[in-house]
């Protein structure tokens, strides 16, 4: 395992890639990840908050946000993540597969600096949550998923044509399998805590 060339309760803005591929590998306990969900829509920053006035578009497109070399680095190394990203292409869309792409490099680059010991998070929902789940195990290894915790809210949108939508996933994995991290729930809030093997 190496030591962190990153210091503790440092905060880095910008595209996580740029971040990810800089860090030493193998030298993070625990990533808790919660980026975009591909929820075909526009997200802005509220206007009391330090991003005020930002914009991020959560919607892909296979021809604009996949870089070639992300795919040659995939189908080269990967082959069975590239058949994860590419039957999400197939059986929802272009974009889905845009974004199964993006989400592909970065958790790459998540795995090459985890610790053997440590823990990844990742919270999606149902737009993407069981394609995500494939790539998770393709990259991660299926042997190493933990569990799906379900993040339940209190209310969400039923109609005549469906039940209520009123939930999030989390996917846990343990980098090694070891399984040896639990999660305690607290106030709404998850913690994280490491206990004896
Ligand atoms: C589902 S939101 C999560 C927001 C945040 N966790 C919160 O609770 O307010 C996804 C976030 O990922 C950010 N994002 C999109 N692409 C990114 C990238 N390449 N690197 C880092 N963050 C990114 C978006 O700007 C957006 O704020």
Redesign the pocket.
Same mark, same amino acid.
């Given at each position: 395992m190496a030591e962190p060339n990153w210091k503790n309760r440092t905060l880095f803005h910008? @595209?996580?890639?740029r971040f990810l591929r800089a860090m030493n590998s193998e030298s993070v306990d625990l990533i808790a990840t @919660? !980026? !975009? =969900?591909n929820k075909n829509r526009d997200?802005h920053a509220t206007p009391d908050s330090l991003a005020k006035g930002a914009k =991020?578009q959560d919607r892909w497109s296979w021809e604009k946000d996949v870089h070639e070399e992300w795919v040659d680095e995939i189908k080269d190394d990967y082959p069975r993540l590239m058949e994860a990203i590419e039957s999400a292409r197939y059986a929802h869309s272009d974009g889905m597969g845009a974004y199964m792409c993006f989400m592909a490099v970065?958790l790459l680059a998540m795995r090459r600096v985890l610790k053997p010991t440590g823990s990844i998070y990742l919270h999606c929902d149902p737009t993407a949550s069981h394609y995500l789940k494939a790539v998770m195990d393709a990259v991660f290894g299926w042997k190493n998923f933990q569990n799906e915790i379900v993040w339940c809210y209190g209310s969400g949108g039923a109609s005549k044509r469906h039940y209520s939508r009123k939930h999030d996933a989390i996917l846990f994995y343990a980098a090694g399998g070891g399984g040896i991290y639990s999660m305690l729930m607290t106030c709404g809030s998850l913690t994280h805590r490491r206990t004896n093997p």
């Open positions: 910008g @595209d996580n890639l @919660d !980026p !975009p =969900f997200f =991020f970065r």
